[in-house]
């Protein structure tokens, strides 16, 4: 465990963007054109899709095996 603790403590932010890409996501509210819209990204920051509601952007990014987070 205390290698594993290490190895992470050095990775480069780049590196540390890319743990859980492919197994994580978040949704994040944006203000486009005057309303809201809630966009997928993957850990990574690659925008994955967009949807109307919060709840309807979680359940895309779960439906599509991601395990889905809301940020601010």
């Avoid at 290490?6 to 978040?26: E, I, K, N, Q, V």
């Avoid at 819209?37 to 967009?50: C, D, K, S, T, W």
């Avoid at 919060?54 to 895309?60: G, N, Q, S, Y």
């Amino acid at each position: 465990m205390q290698y594993q603790e290490a190895t992470l403590r050095h990775l480069s932010p780049a590196a540390f963007g890319m743990l859980g890409s492919m197994d994580m996501a978040y949704v994040r509210a944006v203000e486009e054109n005057g309303s809201v819209v809630f966009r997928i990204f993957a850990a990574n920051g690659q925008r994955l899709g967009e949807e109307k509601t919060a709840d309807a952007a979680l359940v895309v990014a779960r439906q599509n095996d991601f395990e889905a987070f809301l940020v601010n």
